[in-house]
């Protein structure tokens, strides 16, 4: 089977080891992922390097984004692991924009991954 990501041709950021292109399943309007170039499953298999150069694509990727969506927050995630909801097995990140009003009640952000953690 053909990793999804490998294929990505018209990125909208991109680096020497990384691409940056719109979620086709958005959370909210301007959601992106950063990938690395090599296939490889996770973050924790990233080289510094590679790492790097994510980190590079996210910043622009805000700057992308507060332009063109105007949001007023942000969440970062990614999920390493079938348990933790990984679908491809290509190592993103998912810089979401948050907009107020987007949830009822955003406290604790990326804790809601596990329903009844969110609220504390």
């Known amino acids: 089977m053909t990793c999804p990501f490998c294929t990505i041709k018209e ?34 298999g990233l080289s510094l390097e590679e790492k790097a150069a994510m980190d590079e ?17 942000f969440n970062i995630g990614a999920n390493c692991g079938e348990e933790a909801g990984q679908t491809i097995f290509h190592c993103h990140i998912h810089l979401i924009p948050r907009y107020s009003g987007d949830v009822e009640k955003p ?8 329903p009844g953690k969110q609220s504390y």
């Open 11 to 44: 990125p909208l950021l991109e680096n020497d080891l990384a691409l940056c292109f719109f979620d086709t399943y958005p959370v909210n309007r301007g959601h992106l992922l950063i990938i690395p170039r090599r296939h490889v499953d996770d973050y924790f």
């Open 57 to 73: 694509l996210m910043i622009k990727g805000k700057v992308y984004i507060d332009q063109h969506f105007k949001p007023d927050a």
């Open 107 to 114: 406290r604790g952000g990326v804790r809601g991954v596990i």
